[in-house]
């Protein structure tokens, strides 16, 4: 008797796969066909699928499919603390996200793996005359698996126009580390909330569909002043800098995953706040700040000491190319 033949995967070049889902209205009202490449054209359309599994002790990148412009170079295992850890560099080779594109990036990483997703440089949105630019964003953690999602910051340009969904799925008994920084735009050329639109979704939640979390931002820097939530105080309050933490893990206590932040972060030169997430599954931390540096080095003292809650090992100095 022949066995089964393998099971059809996904067409990534159809439509569907890659275009967000609900997109939001204020997004999706900018659809247009553009003067330059349409939407699903060769250059527009960004893919990446990874799958991790674990093989002779440490975590191997066991399936892959990349399409220009988003590829990764090979992994690398740079912990000595944790040589099983695979530690993976995103890019994308034109140099940012423009009008039109559609990216999608799936993440699956199976039991008992530890891998730790980080970019190559900030992300860049350029400045958009028609359509939109999407991103989609699929984050699988299996029974047991450790990983961290860490990419450097949204760096939205003057006119950009942008939507990103991102959706992670954690098993019981799993650890997903999520993080995320937006800018005000770009800073040293006077560029302030001067976007045209820059909505993002964050939702978290069990195999089976119950939800952990759900952090959804709309910022329309044009619609209605200080007190629209862009500058005031729904998000950034002022500043130039916001960025996320989110823990979802059955290791620890979600309390005593707080009180490592609230201890990571006292004293920094930056605003803070930390919370509990609902069926104590974990914790999250929202940072403000207006210099880069000082963020950036805040952020990283609440992942690193996460880090070494959850691990029993300090984090390592990370290494891109």
């Not at 066995?3 to 796969?17: E, K, M, T, V």
């Not at 560099?89 to 008992?112: E, H």
């Not at 707080?258 to 990571?264: G, P, Q």
Request: glycine fraction near 10%; include cysteine; hydrophobic fraction near 40%.
């Amino acid at each position: 008797m022949r066995p089964p033949l393998p099971r059809p995967g996904p067409d990534r070049l159809a439509h569907d796969y890659y275009t967000a889902v609900r997109v939001p209205p204020d997004v999706a009202a900018l659809a247009s066909v553009p003067d330059t490449l349409a939407p699903g054209s060769p250059a527009k359309v960004g893919i990446l699928d990874l799958a991790f599994a674990v093989r002779g002790g440490r975590t191997e990148l066991v399936e892959r499919y990349q399409k220009t412009p988003l590829q990764i170079m090979r992994p690398l295992w740079i912990d000595p603390a944790m040589p099983g850890m695979s530690h993976v560099c995103l890019m994308a080779t034109g140099g940012g996200i423009a009008q039109a594109d559609r990216y999608r990036m799936d993440f699956r990483c199976g039991p008992g793996t530890q891998v730790h997703l980080t970019t190559q440089a900030a992300t860049k949105v350029f400045r958009m005359e028609h359509d939109y630019a999407s991103q989609r964003v699929h984050l699988t953690v299996e029974a047991d698996a450790y990983v961290e999602y860490l990419p450097d910051p949204l760096i939205p340009f003057k006119d950009s126009r942008f939507y990103q969904r991102t959706e992670v799925t954690v098993a019981s008994g799993a650890t997903a580390v999520v993080g995320d920084t937006l800018t005000a735009g770009r800073l040293a050329r006077g560029e302030r909330h001067d976007y045209r639109i820059l909505a993002t979704d964050l939702h978290i939640a069990r195999p089976d569909g119950t939800l952990l979390a759900i952090d959804t931002l709309r910022l329309t820097p044009g619609a209605g002043g200080p007190g629209n939530g862009v500058v005031g105080p729904g998000v950034f309050a002022g500043h130039d800098h916001v960025t996320s933490l989110f823990v979802v893990t059955d290791r620890v206590p979600a309390a005593e995953i707080a009180d490592t932040l609230h201890e990571a972060l006292a004293g920094l030169d930056v605003l803070y706040g930390v919370s509990v997430l609902p069926r104590d599954c974990g914790a999250w931390v929202r940072l403000l700040g207006d210099r880069p540096v000082e963020v950036a080095a805040a952020h990283a003292a609440a992942w690193r000491s996460v880090h070494r809650l959850l691990t029993g090992h300090p984090a390592p100095d990370p290494r891109k190319p």
